[in-house]
């Protein structure tokens, strides 16, 4: 069921959107990278094959209208993964959640600001993995990387060269990440089938996650 929804939290208003399954495996919260919304064309075609496969999803603008004028407001990583943690104790909240694993999926500064968030999170939150679409997760910094303890995915496309390195930077500061690379995908997987890899890549990832941690609370 699709809805939206109006995250009003610490005097902050965020429209977004969310689409629950029956008895879903997890929940997904998606962190758009810059210039982006949560109308991302990209971001909710992922999110749909992530609904088809039994996940719920969570896609919401990190900005205001006002806030997104200023462009360096897009790369405050502090910021976004603030509005990040926002999203998600508005979740916890949500008549719609019933205590199902948590995964951020991030794209772009997006990845930073997802595993920022995570390096700071409470321990009540069942964050469970974050996953990174032709992410920036060195934006994170070295200190928040290596704090994490949970399982990261890397994702890049073979072609996009500059984004390999960085993620190879973050990659040697997490204590379980993993990279994978899209064989002749560009930085946005525009190519004919890149996108779908993407998402195959994703529920494999989440089934082994999932898989790992039966204990946590929520039907999986």
């Known amino acids: 069921m699709f809805k939206e929804i109006i995250i009003d939290q610490e005097d902050i208003t965020l429209k977004g959107h969310i689409t629950t399954t029956s008895n879903p495996r997890s929940w997904v919260i998606f962190a758009h990278g810059s210039g982006s919304s949560?109308?991302?064309?990209?971001?909710n075609w992922v999110a749909t094959e992530l609904n088809n496969r039994g996940h719920?999803?969570?896609?919401?603008?990190?900005?205001?209208?006002?806030?997104?004028?200023?462009?360096?407001?897009r790369f405050d990583?502090?910021?976004?993964?603030?509005?990040?943690?926002?999203?998600?104790?508005?979740?916890?909240s949500s008549p719609d959640y019933h205590g199902e694993?948590?995964?951020?999926?991030?794209?772009s500064t997006g990845a930073g600001a997802a595993l920022l968030a995570t390096s700071d999170l409470s321990e009540r939150i069942p964050l469970i993995s974050v996953i990174s679409r032709?992410?920036?997760?060195d934006l994170a910094g070295a200190g928040a990387l290596q704090k994490i303890a949970i399982p990261v995915l890397l994702i890049v496309g073979s072609l996009d060269e500059e984004v390999i390195t960085l993620?190879?930077?973050?990659?040697?500061?997490?204590?379980?990440?993993r990279?994978?690379?899209?064989?002749?995908?560009?930085?946005?997987?525009?190519?004919?089938?890149?996108?779908?890899?993407?998402v195959?890549?994703?529920t494999n990832w989440l089934d082994e996650q999932l898989s790992l941690n039966s204990n946590v609370s929520g039907t999986i």
């Not at 694993?101 to 794209?107: L, N, T």
């Not at 032709?134 to 997760?137: D, I, V, W």
């Open 134 to 137: 032709g992410g920036r997760p």
């Open 56 to 73: 719920a999803t969570l896609l919401f603008d990190l900005l205001t209208p006002e806030e997104d004028l200023d462009y360096q407001n």
């Open 200 to 202: 195959e890549l994703c």
């Open 179 to 198: 990279l994978e690379l899209v064989e002749g995908a560009t930085h946005l997987f525009e190519e004919a089938g890149k996108l779908g890899e993407v």
């Open 77 to 92: 990583i502090p910021l976004l993964a603030e509005r990040l943690k926002i999203a998600t104790e508005w979740l916890l």
């Open 167 to 177: 993620n190879e930077m973050a990659l040697a500061q997490l204590q379980n990440g």
């Open 38 to 43: 949560r109308k991302s064309s990209r971001n």
């Open 101 to 107: 694993p948590i995964v951020y999926f991030g794209a």
